[in-house]
């Protein structure tokens, strides 16, 4: 028997219920029959922002996790409870320096001070646009339990402790650009998360519904967590309808009694509304049934049959920070990406703005000069397949998985093949500029004629034995990597 599929919004009161035609079930065989949108697979490059109240904490070097370790006064734990250091957190430290002792001072009056001033949604969804995204979208909720929202849910969001709603402003502004909007979710790992403040201000029932009923870690969610946890889901999607729901690394911690309903009930509202949806799951987690593996930071070795994902950054955190400013430029951005779609992947692309809601300068500069490249290459990435070809040349990945970002430098040698859908284009990027002569190895097929990307000057080519050769157009514009288009016969 099908199960009813209807988004349970678990709130106080009446609330209305979203209807949708019935067509997954809560089972793994019945949610894997759920396939990557196309959109997704023509996409390519989506950009999203680390940007809740844990950017209070911006002084720190791990801002993102500030919540978890301004509590931690004698040892340092790992989100498993585990011992990693004994002595007092950065954290701890500075937050007693700044606001005082947490028993007094918690992450429920640091909450208050995020009053940002300076968030503009337009100004940030031009930027994506401009930058080349397909899709974009906010970190709707962290680890840190605040809803970045006006939600009925909880009292502990945007709209109810700072007077605004930025999911609202930025789907607002994202669509109307022609964009996807998305939204990530980091919520499961909450429960784990406030452990630590229950020495502190944590045990307070007053504030139960921010640190959660104390208990141990591995301890199992509570009724509360688990409604919490799934009423902020269901009333995001009533109100913003994302395209995409991307879920952190917290889900190996959801039982699948409480997933699978959820998954189903989502796909069977795309299909209700008529709109393409996606999920993620993480790598290294249990896989969830019908969602779209995402390696943070990190990528694959060759080719994957199904479309994948990758999350990455441009900070060594995620989340703005004063100590560890912006590392990657356009050249290192542009690189990741050839890679990945080469592969049947998409980059997801983290920016990180400040407390007040300013991306900063560096981070714009970077996407502007992203974008740029696309403008000239994009009929090479978005929208295109696999070729049979996917890589060539010395510079490959030693492993393949998440966190393994260890900076590549490419060489002219090293070319990623894309193709357009229909088979008679192959598009060659190389990796970095080359001087002369350029062999392209994993072109066979007979050629008809070739250009280059942005590029007015024509293209000397050969093609003797299989072998298909080209000479570099001495006039080209400097680039983060040189896009050739093939014409197949």
């Known amino acids: 028997m099908k199960r009813a599929c209807a988004l349970s919004f678990l709130l106080l009161g009446a609330q209305p219920m979203l209807h949708a035609v019935e067509t997954y079930e809560a089972t793994f065989e019945s949610l894997d029959r759920h396939q990557a949108p196309e959109w997704f697979r023509d996409a390519k490059f989506g950009i999203y922002t680390h940007w809740t109240p844990s950017t209070v904490g911006e002084e720190t070097a791990s801002v993102g996790w500030y919540p978890f370790f301004m509590y931690q006064d004698k040892q340092v734990l790992d989100s498993s409870g585990k011992v990693k250091e004994a002595a007092p957190s950065w954290a701890y430290v500075q937050h007693v320096k ?60 945007a709209g109810g402790m700072a007077g605004f709603d930025p999911s609202a402003e930025l789907e607002r502004e994202i669509r109307k650009r022609g964009m996807h909007f998305i939204a990530s979710f980091h919520h499961a790992h909450t429960w784990r998360y406030f452990v630590p403040s229950y020495a502190f201000d944590g045990s307070d029932p007053e504030y139960v519904d921010l640190y959660f009923e104390p208990h141990k870690f591995g301890d199992p969610m509570s009724p509360r967590f688990r409604q919490w946890w799934r009423g902020l889901l269901d009333e995001y999607i009533a109100k913003y309808d994302p395209d995409m729901v991307w879920m952190d690394m917290g889900t190996r911690d959801i039982p699948n009694e409480l997933m699978y309903p959820f998954l189903a009930d989502y796909y069977n509202h795309g299909v209700g509304t008529g709109r393409e ?27 994957k049959q199904k479309p994948w994902l990758t999350d990455d950054t441009m900070s060594p955190g995620w989340f703005h920070s004063l100590t560890k400013p912006s590392e990657k430029n356009a050249n290192d951005v542009v690189d990741e990406l050839v890679d990945i779609v080469s592969k049947n992947g998409c980059l997801l692309l983290n920016v990180g703005p400040d407390s007040d809601g300013k991306i900063p300068e560096h981070e714009k500069q970077v996407l502007r000069e992203i974008g740029a490249w696309l403008q000239v290459n994009g009929e ?57 002569e350029v062999v392209l190895k ?36 400097e680039q983060p990597a040189y896009g050739f288009k093939v014409v197949l016969e």
Request: hydrophobic share 35%.
């Open 98 to 157: 700044r606001f005082g002792d947490p028993k007094e001072f918690g992450w429920k009056d640091v909450i208050k001070t995020f009053q940002p001033k300076s968030f503009d949604a337009a100004e940030w969804a031009e930027l994506f646009h401009e930058a080349g995204a397909r899709f974009a979208g906010p970190v709707a909720i962290h680890h840190d339990g605040y809803a970045m929202w006006d939600s009925q849910v909880t009292r502990w969001c």
């Open 277 to 303: 949806v996606a999920t993620t799951v993480k790598n290294y987690s249990p896989y969830l049934p019908g969602a779209i593996v995402d390696y943070e930071k990190g990528r694959v070795k060759e080719l």
């Open 380 to 436: 090479g990435i978005y929208g295109t397949r696999p070729w049979t070809v996917q890589a060539e040349g010395p510079t490959v990945l030693e492993k393949e998985g998440s966190f393994v970002d260890k900076k590549l430098e490419y060489t002219c040698e090293d070319i990623r093949y894309t193709m357009d859908r229909d088979g008679k284009t192959v598009y060659a990027f190389v990796m970095d500029r080359p001087e002369g």
């Open 442 to 477: 994993g072109i066979e097929a007979s050629v008809k004629g070739m250009s280059m990307l942005g590029c007015a000057e024509s293209v000397k080519w050969t093609q003797n034995n299989n072998a298909l050769k080209l000479t570099f157009p001495a006039g080209a514009a």
